[in-house]
């Protein structure tokens, strides 16, 4: 960065941390890089900070396209160092064992659709997969009953197939059962199981003391008739369960004797009619093996899990996969616990799964976030084993990548009020669909003598504004009551005296327009071509991006996705 002038520094220097970071740049870190690079300005650390003040300022009054666009010019290598550090993908750390490709799997369960919080195991599954070559299965787990909405199974596969990810096959536990009862008998006739009649209670207790349930040492015969039994409904729930022999000496009690089997007498299960459930731990590592499951990746929370699931491995003496465990990751601002989704559902406090205060991927697409976005969010984040928070910012930049360069610009104009702009000739003005892709051309915005305008634009002390791609207007106050007339069309007279650019529209030719935000609703117009883009994100200048949701007669529904 080879500038003299320390405004034009700092200009610049506001300028690529708006571009980089969007908003308004923040006066420490435009100061900050600006003594980095000349440590000679820090004995005028005040002028440079008052002269800081000026350059944010210019640079807040511009929209995100201006600022791309002047800093490409002004600083070509500055926008070009930027883009770099902004391709630059993070590289997933190298799998052990995966030279001869991989088989991994995303197994959630069906009690609702998937949320934001599952993205980070189907996308980073999915990448290795993609990285080595291989298998991508996704296992649907429904052996617990109370974990199963007959919905989801058709939620998940539609939200699996939105994030567009590598799946080659699919099973569903529900279908396998005769599959694991018949490893179970094996794990018996092994001595890796035995079937166990004590109640719960006295189990606990016996456990909590390291010492041997009456069952634990049956004959093998024994605990055979026994699971017969309990395949023929000759006991009830809660009176006999199937348990894995563990270390009764291990420090944590988790780990002593933990079930794999239990009844359930009368569940509601959508797609099997079964007395004898089996629990996860026992299902997960059947499938696990069955499939040829090579690499497992899963969150810190399954921990103890992988370490009851060895104890089924080794007494089968099947090969354990290599397993990985991503640390916590917080969510904020959304709602994600499927429970408490569903009864805001029902008591009509949300729309639906898609309602867009909740953190589904459905709600996300509602919004016009891409999956290639999720996944590239969550690529970023990794599988390191500390705990995070996820940052939403994160996700809107990836998705910024992707919507920016196609979503058309428009003008919507929130709470408009209705202005007579005298002394002005019919104009036209031609704004560009894409500021970015003049092959795209423009939209032209007639303008006849009255506009629409934000409300909120227009504030006692306001003497001029401009109106963008259009004219500029001068307002006059008399008390509270303005009065609009023309002001010249010079761009640069405008920027002179630090004229708002905002947004209008012809008063003849603007639809209604509801942009839904996570926080409520804003009413307003927009233009009309705006009904030409269902389905699609756009960019309402200086607003944020948005996607069209609906357009009928009543007007245009578009949901805010971010700016
Ligand atoms: N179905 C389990 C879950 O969604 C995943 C099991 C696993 O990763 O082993 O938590």
Request: proline residues 6%; hydrophobic residues 40%; contains cysteine.
């Amino acid at each position: 960065m080879v500038v003299d002038d320390p405004k034009e520094l700092l200009f610049l220097c506001a300028l690529q941390n708006a571009v980089k970071h969007g908003g308004v740049p923040q006066a420490g870190a435009v100061i900050g890089m600006v003594m980095g690079a000349h440590p000679e300005l820090r004995s005028r650390a005040k002028e440079v900070s008052g002269l800081a003040k000026e350059a944010i300022a210019d640079v807040a009054a511009l929209s995100p396209d201006e600022r791309i666009a002047m800093l490409k010019t002004r600083a070509p290598e500055m926008y070009a160092s930027l883009s770099e550090k902004h391709e630059h993908k993070k590289v997933l750390p190298d799998l052990e064992k995966s030279e001869k490709g991989v088989v991994m799997r995303f197994a959630p369960n069906p009690s609702g659709p998937l949320h934001i919080g599952h993205a980070r195991a189907a996308a980073l599954n999915d990448a290795y997969v993609k990285q080595y070559g291989g298998r991508y299965i996704l296992r649907i787990e429904d052996t617990d009953p109370k974990r199963v909405d007959p919905e989801a199974y058709e939620m998940v596969r539609e939200d699996i197939s939105w994030l567009g990810l590598g799946i080659t096959e699919t099973v569903t536990q529900s279908d396998r059962f005769s599959l694991y009862y018949d490893l179970c008998m094996q794990l018996i006739e092994r001595g890796g199981a035995y079937v166990c009649t004590c109640d719960n209670e006295h189990f606990r207790e016996l456990k909590q003391a390291k010492t041997a349930c009456p069952c634990r040492d049956l004959p093998v015969a024994t605990n055979l008739e026994r699971w017969q039994k309990m395949l023929d409904h000759e006991f009830k729930e809660g009176e006999a369960s199937v348990r894995i022999r563990t270390d009764l000496d291990n420090p944590d009690p988790a780990m002593r004797d933990f079930p794999a089997f239990r009844i359930l007498d009368a569940p509601p299960h959508p797609k099997v009619k079964a007395h004898v459930y089996p629990l996860m731990n026992f299902s997960v590592v059947a499938d696990d093996h069955l499939l040829g499951v090579t690499h497992v990746i899963r969150g810190k929370d399954h921990i103890a899990n992988t370490r009851r699931q060895k104890y089924i491995y080794d007494h089968f003496g099947w090969q354990v996969p290599v397993y990985r465990h991503y640390g916590r990751m917080g969510i904020e601002g959304v709602v994600l616990s499927t429970s408490q989704m569903r009864l805001g559902i029902n008591e009509g406090t949300y729309t639906g799964w898609d309602d867009i205060r909740l953190g589904t991927l459905r709600a996300l697409a509602r919004r016009g976030i891409c999956p290639e976005a999720v996944k590239n969010a969550m690529l970023a984040i990794g599988i390191g084993d500390t705990d995070i928070s996820f940052s939403w910012d994160n996700l809107y930049a990836e998705n910024r990548k992707i919507v920016d360069p196609v979503a058309n610009r428009y003008f919507f104009v929130p709470d408009p009020i209705t202005v007579t702009i005298e002394g002005a000739a019919p104009h036209t003005a031609h704004a560009m669909l894409h500021p970015g892709d003049t092959a795209r051309g423009t939209r032209t915005l007639e303008f006849d003598g009255s506009v629409l305008l934000p409300k909120s634009e227009i504030s006692p002390g306001t003497s001029m504004v401009r109106l963008k791609d259009l004219f500029n207007v001068k307002i006059v106050w008399d008390g509270n009551i303005p009065s609009f007339s023309y002001g010249g069309d010079s761009l640069a007279e405008a920027r002179a005296v630090k004229a708002p650019i905002i947004q209008w529209l012809p008063a003849q030719a603007a639809v209604p327009c509801t942009l839904l935000t996570q926080e409520g609703e804003m009413k307003g117009v927009c233009e009309p071509l705006v009904g030409a883009e269902l389905d699609r994100v756009v960019q309402f200048e200086r607003i944020g991006f948005a996607r069209i949701d609906s357009v009928d007669a009543s007007g245009i529904r578009a949901y805010f996705t971010h700016k």
